[in-house]
């Protein structure tokens, strides 16, 4: 709303208006993440306990505790922990690689159609638009590919050692260290990103 009042060109009374509206949003929204990073919380801790019921029945093995004193699971989790932060480094690095292009574009504009500036032609929104799109689907393919597939590449990894070392448990062992020091890394960050991206949005 304050962009549109800002493009509109409305008084500055209806800006102070949506700047207080703005910030009201600001809060609501700040609180819906914080009620979505606990629900998300509990599902990943129960997707854990049933990650290890569902291996103890796969393997006929009892598979109830995780030694983080053994190296492979303690490496196991350090990838895990590793892994959060890079998967936000990426986005958000993306977000400003992203934010660069919209710039560049718009100043295309400007230069192309001068009259944009006083308001005598309309900008190509929809370019900006589509720049926008496209970049969120690009950007978060890696991201996304990571997240899914390293957890695999982990526990094959792992599993192969254990073959070696006789220990049959050894790759569901450091998997289960990596989704573990994951889980907390990625609850902390989440909440840190959460209170970051709220006093960002508010300054």
Known sequence: AGGIAE???QPEF???????????????????KGYSIGSAS????????????EFSQFSGKPFRTVD???????????????MVFYFVGLTVAAVGKTAG??????????????????????PDYRSCVALVTRA??????????LATGL?????????GVGAFTDRPLLGAEVLAGYLM???????????????????????
């Open 7 to 9: 493009m509109s060109q």
């Open 14 to 32: 209806v800006r102070e208006s949506t700047d207080r509206l703005d910030a009201a949003g600001n809060v609501t929204k700040a609180i819906t």
């Open 42 to 53: 509990l599902a990943c801790f129960l997707l854990f306990g049933a990650f290890m019921d």
């Open 68 to 82: 983080i004193a053994v190296p492979e699971v303690l490496i196991g989790g350090l990838i895990g922990t590793m």
């Open 101 to 122: 292009e919209v710039v560049k574009e718009v100043r295309r504009q400007f230069r192309d159609n001068p009259d944009i500036m006083t308001f005598k032609a309309r």
């Open 136 to 145: 969120a689907l690009q950007e978060m393919v890696w991201p996304g590919l």
């Open 151 to 159: 957890p695999v590449v982990v526990g094959l990894v792992f599993r």
């Open 181 to 203: 020091f994951g889980t907390v890394t990625g609850i902390m960050m989440a909440l840190f990103n959460r209170t970051m991206g709220g006093a960002w949005d508010n300054a």
